[in-house]
C-alpha cells in the first residue's frame, strides 16, 4: 500500500495506527515515527497529517518499504486476507459495516453466547476474519438482514 493510501485511510478513520502497527507486527510509536520521518507531522486539531518535509512528497513511496523483509510478507499476507475478505462483500461502491468490519473490525461487548451450525461456505467467509471478530461479522450480517426487513431500526 502507498503512503497517500495509508495516511487517507488513517485520516478518514479507516485505519488506526493500532490497527497498522498490528498489520506490520510493530509498536504504535515505530509506525507514527516511520511516518514523522517521511517528512509528516500529525495535526490533533485537524486530525490531518501534514507534510513538512523536503520536496518531492513521498506520497507513491510503498509503505511495506519502510519494514524489514519478515515484516513485509506479514503485511503483505495481511492486506491479501483484507483484500480477500472484502472481495467477498457486495459489489457496491458504498462501503457497509459488514464491508467495514471485514476490513477494520472493531470490539463490542454485551454479548450472551449460542451455537448454531452453519454451512461451508458461509463458514468459509467468517473464518476469514480474526477469531476475536467473527461473532462482530455475524452480528453486522445478522443486522444488516433484519434492518433491511424492517425488524430491526
Same mark, same amino acid.
Given at each position: 500500500?502507498?503512503?497517500?493510501?495509508?495516511?487517507?485511510?488513517?485520516?478518514?478513520?479507516?485505519?488506526?495506527?493500532?490497527?497498522?502497527?498490528? @498489520?506490520?507486527?510493530?509498536?504504535?510509536?515505530?509506525? !507514527?515515527?516511520?511516518?514523522?520521518?517521511? +517528512?509528516?507531522?500529525?495535526?490533533?486539531?485537524?486530525?490531518?497529517?501534514?507534510?513538512? +518535509?523536503? =520536496?518531492? $512528497?513521498?506520497? =507513491?513511496?510503498?509503505?511495506?518499504?519502510?519494514? +524489514?523483509?519478515?515484516?513485509?510478507?506479514?503485511? $503483505?499476507?495481511? !492486506?491479501?486476507?483484507?483484500?480477500?475478505?472484502?472481495?467477498?462483500?457486495?459489489?457496491?461502491?458504498?462501503?457497509?459495516?459488514?464491508?467495514? @468490519?471485514? !476490513?477494520?473490525?472493531?470490539?463490542?461487548?454485551?454479548?450472551?453466547?449460542?451455537?448454531?451450525?452453519?454451512?461451508?461456505?458461509? @463458514?468459509?467467509?467468517?473464518?476469514?476474519?480474526?477469531?476475536?471478530?467473527?461473532?462482530?461479522?455475524?452480528?453486522?450480517? @445478522?443486522?444488516?438482514?433484519?434492518?433491511?426487513? +424492517?425488524?430491526?431500526?
Amino acid at each position: 500500500m502507498l503512503v497517500k493510501e495509508i495516511l487517507n485511510k488513517i485520516m478518514l478513520k479507516e485505519m488506526t495506527i493500532k490497527e497498522l502497527a498490528a @498489520l506490520y507486527n510493530v509498536s504504535d510509536r515505530t509506525i !507514527q515515527s516511520k511516518i514523522k520521518k517521511l +517528512g509528516y507531522e500529525w495535526n490533533s486539531k485537524k486530525s490531518i497529517y501534514n507534510y513538512v +518535509g523536503e =520536496d518531492p $512528497e513521498p506520497v =507513491d513511496v510503498d509503505f511495506n518499504t519502510l519494514f +524489514g523483509q519478515t515484516s513485509k510478507m506479514l503485511a $503483505e499476507q495481511k !492486506q491479501t486476507n483484507s483484500e480477500v475478505a472484502a472481495s467477498a462483500s457486495t459489489s457496491t461502491s458504498k462501503a457497509d459495516a459488514i464491508d467495514i @468490519l471485514l !476490513q477494520n473490525p472493531k470490539n463490542r461487548s454485551k454479548r450472551v453466547y449460542r451455537g448454531f451450525y452453519f454451512d461451508e461456505d458461509v @463458514l468459509g467467509i467468517i473464518d476469514r476474519v480474526p477469531k476475536s471478530y467473527k461473532s462482530e461479522l455475524v452480528n453486522e450480517a @445478522l443486522r444488516k438482514i433484519f434492518k433491511e426487513k +424492517g425488524l430491526l431500526d
